[in-house]
């Protein structure tokens, strides 16, 4: 990971602990500076990363084009750029492919890489699309997230049931009706 500078993070944990009035030379805390780095270091491991790379080579076709695929309830987590804290939730691809497909896998690598950095859900949502569609040549693309934010469940609000739905359409799923079918095949996840 570029960037990442340990020393800086364990330096700045500790900062705050003693900010807050805890001592953060006392016993259970003398560690916490070092795990939280190494938290960090997972969270924010897709900055500066290019998530096309996650998609590999798509396989062509060699008929026809493939009708829509769909993978459905792809877990996910990032952190809110906003306050730090994370939101946790699933994902939800339709693609529509060109002349050639992508590997199922491959759509969880490109959400990890996208997410493993402080994120707003609703630009999270965009790049998914945007990525999807140019790195496979898709038709069209559509994304949907379903996440709860700690910053919503945990504080202020502490609205611990809500959850916040995202969505990003591109190409041939722009269209409000092809859109709306593949919402209600993916079905359970959103009611």
Known sequence: MTGFDRARIEAAVAEILAAI????SRPG?????????DAYAEFFSGVGVDARGQLGEPVALEDARAETVILRDIAFRSV???HL???LGVAHVAYLPGDAVIGLGRIPRVIETLSSRPQLQERLTEQIADTI???AQARGVLVVLDASHECVTTRG?????????????????SDPASRA?????????LE
């Open 21 to 24: 009035g805890e001592d953060p």
């Open 29 to 37: 805390l003398t560690d916490t500076p070092s795990r939280v780095a």
């Open 80 to 82: 809110c750029e906003h």
């Open 85 to 87: 804290l994370p939101f």
């Open 133 to 135: 569609e140019e790195g």
């Open 157 to 173: 609000a502490r609205q611990t049931r809500a959850t916040t739905v995202t969505i990003a359409a591109r190409g041939a799923f």
């Open 181 to 189: 079918e593949l919402i209600a095949l993916i079905g359970g996840g």
